[in-house]
Each structure stands twice: as structure tokens, then as C-alpha cells.
């Protein structure tokens, strides 16, 4: 995994309380993972926190895995 | 009983005999504040007559751009924005059938839009913080209505459900969101009411008194404490009784 990928994975490991191997490519914040839309708003926040970007609303909506937050965070940063 | 230490807050329309006495019951309490208004000069005299843990950020909330940069400003000079007053507002008083496009878009502009802005620029702190308090001041005639006033009320009310609807999303967060709504209070808005209009409304409200300032200030500082953590979406009516609601 890249280290994008690995920072990410640590985010989301921290806030939604999931075990570590759940939260892997394909996992839905939502559907997998167990986050209500207020958790999935939080978590663009620690992503715009932890990488120093900006993700506007209409990309926020789209990430909706685990792999579009990495795919977004590496074309952002 | 109420203790802030620690906490930061923010009091629009703090230039205003209501949000002076709100500042100074937050501050009294030891929480430090940023003053928010449009005219200055009153803000840089509280703000100096508090003394430590006081500062000024003025703004004109009829500006769409204002609520996120003075979020920002206030944010700036406290470090945090723990706790949100949203006092600042307007009135355009009118017949509803005289009542132009513009008297009713600038009293919602600023009464409720404004108070959108600013809640949502300062939810992201309050978030992370895991901790906020957000109080709306409302009014007695967001509930009964009031003749000529059909905006003002029409504000007042939005801000209720737009206050309960917020306090549900953000509750598991440590956050909450209540209204306080005076009913007629002593300040240079009502002191220029003649003895009759004054004794007129003195008829309506059991207490037969105005309230104080100080007295919606404290109903302000009790939703704004720790105390108050387990009251959220609620609306304290502080009317002497005018209407029992």
C-alpha cells in the first residue's frame, strides 16, 4: 500500500472505530464501515486536515469508498 | 454555579443592549469573547471596559461573504469559536401589504441566512472539538406574531426549525443548539416607546414589567454552559409571562 493509502486507512481506522483489515479498497464508509452521512463529513475533514487540501462538496460526494478517498487525495495533493 | 472558563465565544450584534449584556455575562463567567457588530465604536468600548479576554471583530452580516471570514476572525483571535451567540438582527417594520420585496430580503437576509452562515462556519471547529454551543435569540413574536412585523417574525420562527433541525444532526457530537426568545426588553429600541405605547404592553405580560437585558443574558449563559449539555433543539421564552409557551 502507498503511503497515501496507509494514512488514509489510519483515518478511518480512528474515526469510525473499525478493525483495521475491514477497511480495505472496496469498503464503503457507509454501507461497510458503518458511518452515518455526519461521520462521512467529518472524515473528508480529516482528510482535508491530514493531506493539506481542499475537497469541495460535489467531490465529496463522490467518495464514497475507501478507494476514492485515495484515488481523490492522489490527484489533490 | 456556571463557569466558562476556558471557553471562547463569539456574541453578534454585541454593539446592542441585549448582546452587551450576553458578552459581558459570558465573559463575567470567564470565558473570553470576541464582540461582533457593524459599528465599531461601541464594540471597542465594551471590549475595553471588560478588559482582558476581550476582543473586537466587527462585521456587516448582510454580506453573504461575512459569516465565514468573521468565523474566521474570531477563530483568529481566540483560537476557537466554543460558543456561538447569534443575537445580531434587524427590523424593517411594515404593513404587510406595504411591505416591499426588499424590507422582507434584508430582514431575512441578516435575521436568519446570516445565522445560517455563521452556525455552518462555525459547526467544523465545534465538530472536531467534540464540543459547542450554538444560541439563537429569537423572539416572543416568532411565536405569536406581531402586526407590521411579518418578516421579522417570519425570521424569528424560521430560526426555530432551522435550530431544531440542526440539533438533531449535531447532538452526538457534544453540540447543541437552542433558542432563547425575549419577549419586550429594556433597551433604546423600547425606551423610545411613549408612556402609553409602554403601558399598553405592560397590560399584556403578568410579571407587568419589561425584562432586563441581564435577564435574557442569563438564560444565554445557562444553554452556553456544561450544565446545560443534555438541552438541545429547545426554545427558552423570557417574557415575564406574555406568552406561556
Redesign the interface.
Known sequence: MSDIADRVKKIVVEHLGVDEDKVVESASFIDDLGADSLDTVELVMAFEEEFGIEIPDDAAETIQTVGDAVTFIKGAV | MFDLTGKTALVTGASGGIGGAIATALHGTGATVALSGTREGPLRELADALGERAHVVPANLSEAEAPARLLKDAAGAMGSVDILVNNAGITRDNLFMRMSDEEWAQVLEVNLTGVFRLSRAAL?GM??ARWGRIVNITSVVGATGNPGQGNYAAAKAGLVGMSKSLAY??A??GITVNCVAPGFIATAMTDKLNEEQKGKILTQIPAGRMGSPEEIAAAVLYLASPEAGYVTGATLHVNGGMAMI
Open positions: 467544523r465538530m472536531k444532526e449535531v452526538s457530537r
